[in-house]
């Protein structure tokens, strides 16, 4: 199977249903454990990117959080919460199809603090110059939280 081909297909008939134009497919020893398109429209869950739907459903059928023994495509170079995702569940090889600069001049989101052009910049700047609004709220109990998992976590 052609698994470049199957993630565009995935992605061309969500657009056909009224989805965003976006999909994911993963791969382990040459057949796919879990795909998805980006479902953001139909659910109305901005965190419902394709990568994270596909990762999330590859994880619960083979029982772990680490995807190293898979491929996973994608449609277009992935946002900075996909990317994160892809990270941590660290597969052998991500393929993504085609990129941001590519799309851009036929994809525009309607997000208040989200351009495609400028976003990953964001993450360069200290927390008071990004444009989403952030406040540390320092509280000395929540280090205890973190304290008590290592204590359970590294016997």
């Given at each position: 199977m052609d698994f470049v081909k199957r993630t565009i297909q995935l992605a061309l008939t969500n657009v056909e249903e009224g989805g965003r134009p976006f999909a994911t497919v993963i791969v382990r020893d040459g057949e796919i454990i879990a795909e998805s398109p980006n479902l953001v429209a139909q659910t109305n869950d901005p965190t419902a990117h394709a990568e994270v739907l596909a990762i999330r459903e590859a994880c619960r059928k083979l029982q772990t959080e680490h995807l190293n023994d898979c491929d996973i495509y994608i449609l277009a170079s992935p946002c900075p919460m996909c990317l994160g995702a892809l990270y941590y569940c660290s597969p052998k090889k991500v393929v993504y199809i085609t990129t941001r600069e590519d799309y851009a001049p036929?994809?525009?989101?309607?997000?208040?603090?989200?351009?495609?052009?400028?976003?990953?910049?964001e993450y360069s700047k200290p927390m008071e110059q990004r444009r989403l609004p952030m406040v540390q709220h320092k509280d000395e109990d929540?280090?205890?939280?973190?304290?008590?998992w290592s204590e359970l976590n590294h016997k």
């Open positions: 036929f994809y525009k989101d309607n997000r208040k603090y989200f351009e495609l052009e400028t976003f990953y910049d929540a280090i205890k939280v973190y304290e008590r």
